[in-house]
């Protein structure tokens, strides 16, 4: 008997093995204590009013913008990370991600992996401090529209407007200057029969929309820096 | 071959099939997005969590199935 359900459990966990194989193709993940740091990821296609197909990878703002209120409630939940991947997307989903990231009273630091394009640049620039991987890379242009258009000069008046709501967000929350952003987003030449740029990691810093050329450690290491700024000097106020 | 420069969705329109099969469960507080196999079975397909421990989490390991 025993020696059956010995061999029964043996088979279960032997046949879970190669389920988590078939699903990660590794066997086991590291466990760690509770973070005081939770962590976004805005990875594809942000995704506007439209559904995507299943086959493509979204970000979706209504599943976000309640993750960013819990965030902001949660008194355990001391900072947050933003990591970007994305392709853009929605101009006014990503503006909405842009200010709910912007008006929350927690630290935020944010990371452009890979790439940033597009309404990533307002994402990436709206938290407290911002890093970008020297290999990503930002793609700064004017706002496009696809599909049928009706009311041409409104259209137009209107993404117009558009676009200054995303150049104001920009300038706003980093340190590029309004004439600069404005160069590189209408330059020509650098990107194949379009008008825009491709900024790569040290460019972006150099041109202001991205504080620092960093990572993992150099973004968690500003994080915990602002998380202690951030906390009232309980301290200091014992000694007095 | 197709030449065009429009996206392939917008000359093939996805079907509503492809959506059918894709559920939003809210389960102990976390979101998560499941697929229904042709077996009748659900698999976890993404898990949408602001919290980076519950990505460490082996039940919530993407390709799981739920029962």
């Known amino acids: 008997m025993t020696k059956d359900a010995g061999k029964k459990e043996e088979q279960q966990s032997g046949s879970s093995l190669v389920q988590k194989i078939q699903a990660l193709g590794q066997t086991n993940v590291p466990q760690a204590p509770d973070s005081n740091i939770h962590v976004l990821s805005i990875i594809g296609q942000v995704e506007g009013h439209m559904q995507l197909p299943p086959q493509n990878k979204t970000t979706k703002y209504e599943h976000l913008l309640p993750q960013l209120i819990a965030i902001e409630q949660n008194p355990k939940i001391e900072g947050m990370i933003i990591l970007l991947n994305t392709v853009g997307g929605d101009v006014e989903a990503g503006l909405a991600l842009s200010e709910m990231i912007a008006s929350m009273s927690k630290p935020t630091v944010s990371i452009v992996l890979g790439g940033g394009h597009s309404i990533g640049v307002p994402i990436a620039v709206s938290t407290d401090y911002s890093f970008i991987v020297p290999t990503a890379t930002m793609t700064i242009h004017p706002i496009r529209l696809t599909g049928l258009v009706i009311g041409v000069p409104q259209t137009f008046e209107y993404l117009d407007k558009m676009q200054e709501r995303v150049i104001q967000f920009v300038i706003n929350h980093s340190n590029i200057k309004e004439e600069k952003f404005k160069d590189l987003m209408f330059a020509k030449g650098n990107l194949t029969r379009d008008i825009g740029t491709n900024v790569v990691g040290r460019e972006a810093v150099e041109y202001g929309l991205i504080d620092e050329v960093g990572g993992v450690k150099e973004a968690m290491e500003k994080l915990n820096e602002l998380i202690q700024k951030s906390k009232p000097d309980d301290e200091s106020q014992v000694i007095q | ?67």
Request: hydrophobic share 30%; glycine share 4%.
């Open chain 2, 1 to 67: 071959m197709l030449y065009t420069p429009l996206d392939y969705s917008e000359i093939f329109p996805p079907s509503d099939e492809e959506f059918a099969n894709r559920k939003y469960v809210n389960h102990e507080g976390k979101l998560f997005v499941i697929d229904k196999t042709e077996e009748g079975t659900y698999q976890l397909v993404q898990l949408i969590s602001s919290n980076p421990h519950d990505y460490l989490n082996n039940d919530y390991l993407p390709g799981t199935t739920l029962t």
